[in-house]
Protein backbone atom coordinates (compact mmCIF):
# COMPACT_ATOMS: atom_id res chain seq x y z
CA UNK A 1 0.00 0.00 0.00
CA UNK A 2 1.31 3.23 -1.00
CA UNK A 3 -0.23 6.81 0.55
CA UNK A 4 0.39 9.72 -1.10
CA UNK A 5 -0.25 13.33 0.13
CA UNK A 6 0.56 16.54 -1.96
CA UNK A 7 1.52 20.15 -0.72
CA UNK A 8 2.31 23.17 -2.14
CA UNK A 9 -0.47 24.48 -3.97
CA UNK A 10 -1.73 27.98 -3.48
CA UNK A 11 -2.70 31.18 -5.20
CA UNK A 12 -0.47 32.61 -7.74
CA UNK A 13 -0.01 35.29 -10.36
CA UNK A 14 -0.06 35.04 -13.74
CA UNK A 15 3.57 34.27 -14.81
CA UNK A 16 4.62 33.00 -11.07
CA UNK A 17 5.75 30.10 -10.16
CA UNK A 18 4.93 27.28 -7.67
CA UNK A 19 6.59 24.22 -6.96
CA UNK A 20 4.28 20.67 -5.85
CA UNK A 21 5.32 18.00 -3.54
CA UNK A 22 3.99 14.72 -3.25
CA UNK A 23 5.60 12.61 -0.32
CA UNK A 24 4.99 9.11 -0.11
CA UNK A 25 4.52 6.20 2.13
CA UNK A 26 5.70 3.06 1.90
CA UNK A 27 9.41 0.92 1.19
CA UNK A 28 8.79 0.65 -3.02
CA UNK A 29 8.43 3.55 -3.56
CA UNK A 30 11.66 4.02 -5.26
CA UNK A 31 10.60 1.28 -7.52
CA UNK A 32 7.29 2.96 -9.04
CA UNK A 33 7.11 5.41 -12.24
CA UNK A 34 4.91 9.02 -11.03
CA UNK A 35 2.48 10.94 -12.59
CA UNK A 36 0.78 14.00 -11.83
CA UNK A 37 -2.08 14.97 -13.18
CA UNK A 38 -5.19 17.89 -13.10
CA UNK A 39 -8.66 18.50 -12.99
CA UNK A 40 -10.40 21.62 -13.76
CA UNK A 41 -13.71 22.34 -13.17
CA UNK A 42 -15.83 20.52 -15.73
CA UNK A 43 -13.60 18.82 -17.00
CA UNK A 44 -11.66 15.46 -16.91
CA UNK A 45 -8.52 14.61 -14.98
CA UNK A 46 -5.84 15.08 -17.07
CA UNK A 47 -2.15 13.76 -17.36
CA UNK A 48 0.58 16.90 -16.88
CA UNK A 49 3.97 14.83 -16.57
CA UNK A 50 5.27 11.54 -15.43
CA UNK A 51 8.57 10.22 -14.71
CA UNK A 52 10.35 6.92 -14.27
CA UNK A 53 11.48 4.87 -11.17
CA UNK A 54 14.99 6.09 -11.83
CA UNK A 55 14.26 9.40 -12.21
CA UNK A 56 15.86 8.82 -16.33
CA UNK A 57 12.82 9.54 -18.64
CA UNK A 58 10.23 12.54 -18.09
CA UNK A 59 7.26 13.05 -20.16
CA UNK A 60 5.22 15.87 -20.46
CA UNK A 61 1.85 17.36 -22.08
CA UNK A 62 2.24 19.33 -24.63
CA UNK A 63 0.65 22.56 -22.98
CA UNK A 64 3.34 22.26 -19.89
CA UNK A 65 6.19 21.27 -21.90
CA UNK A 66 9.10 23.98 -21.49
CA UNK A 67 7.29 25.42 -18.75
CA UNK A 68 6.85 22.85 -16.17
CA UNK A 69 9.60 20.45 -14.62
CA UNK A 70 9.22 17.16 -12.91
CA UNK A 71 11.84 15.39 -10.52
CA UNK A 72 11.88 13.33 -7.69
CA UNK A 73 13.86 12.09 -4.32
CA UNK A 74 14.14 8.70 -4.09
CA UNK A 75 15.70 9.08 -0.64
CA UNK A 76 13.30 11.25 0.64
CA UNK A 77 10.15 9.56 -1.02
CA UNK A 78 9.27 12.75 -2.75
CA UNK A 79 8.23 13.84 -6.18
CA UNK A 80 8.09 17.37 -7.23
CA UNK A 81 6.62 19.52 -10.11
CA UNK A 82 7.70 22.58 -11.06
CA UNK A 83 5.53 24.57 -12.47
CA UNK A 84 7.18 28.45 -13.71
CA UNK A 85 5.52 30.83 -16.23
CA UNK A 86 2.08 29.68 -14.85
CA UNK A 87 -1.51 30.75 -16.51
CA UNK A 88 -4.70 31.31 -15.69
CA UNK A 89 -5.48 27.79 -17.41
CA UNK A 90 -3.54 26.17 -15.63
CA UNK A 91 -5.92 26.68 -12.87
CA UNK A 92 -6.72 22.82 -11.39
CA UNK A 93 -6.42 20.46 -8.94
CA UNK A 94 -3.54 18.81 -9.08
CA UNK A 95 -3.13 15.23 -8.20
CA UNK A 96 -0.05 12.75 -7.99
CA UNK A 97 0.10 8.88 -8.55
CA UNK A 98 1.86 5.92 -8.67
CA UNK A 99 2.07 3.43 -11.35
CA UNK A 100 2.84 -0.29 -10.35
CA UNK A 101 3.99 -1.38 -13.45
CA UNK A 102 7.38 -0.08 -15.69
CA UNK A 103 6.77 2.91 -17.93
CA UNK A 104 5.37 6.33 -17.82
CA UNK A 105 1.79 6.56 -19.72
CA UNK A 106 -0.38 9.52 -19.93
CA UNK A 107 -3.86 7.28 -18.85
CA UNK A 108 -5.10 7.77 -15.57
CA UNK A 109 -6.19 4.32 -15.23
CA UNK A 110 -2.83 3.20 -15.52
CA UNK A 111 -1.78 4.67 -12.07
CA UNK A 112 -3.13 2.65 -8.68
CA UNK A 113 -2.57 5.04 -5.93
CA UNK A 114 -3.43 8.63 -6.03
CA UNK A 115 -3.32 11.49 -3.22
CA UNK A 116 -5.93 13.75 -2.32
CA UNK A 117 -4.88 16.83 -4.76
CA UNK A 118 -4.06 19.70 -4.06
CA UNK A 119 -5.03 23.26 -5.53
CA UNK A 120 -3.70 25.61 -8.05
CA UNK A 121 -4.91 28.79 -8.82
CA UNK A 122 -3.57 31.35 -11.36
CA UNK A 123 -5.12 34.48 -11.74
CA UNK A 124 -4.89 36.91 -14.28
Known amino acids: QVQLVESGGGLVQAGGSLRLSCAASGRTFSSYPMGWFRQAPGKEREFVAG????????VYADSVGGRFTISRDNAKNTVYLQMNSLKPEDTAVYYC?????????????????WGQGTQVTVSS
Open 97 to 113: AAKVTLGVVVATTAYKY
Open 51 to 58: ITWSGGTT
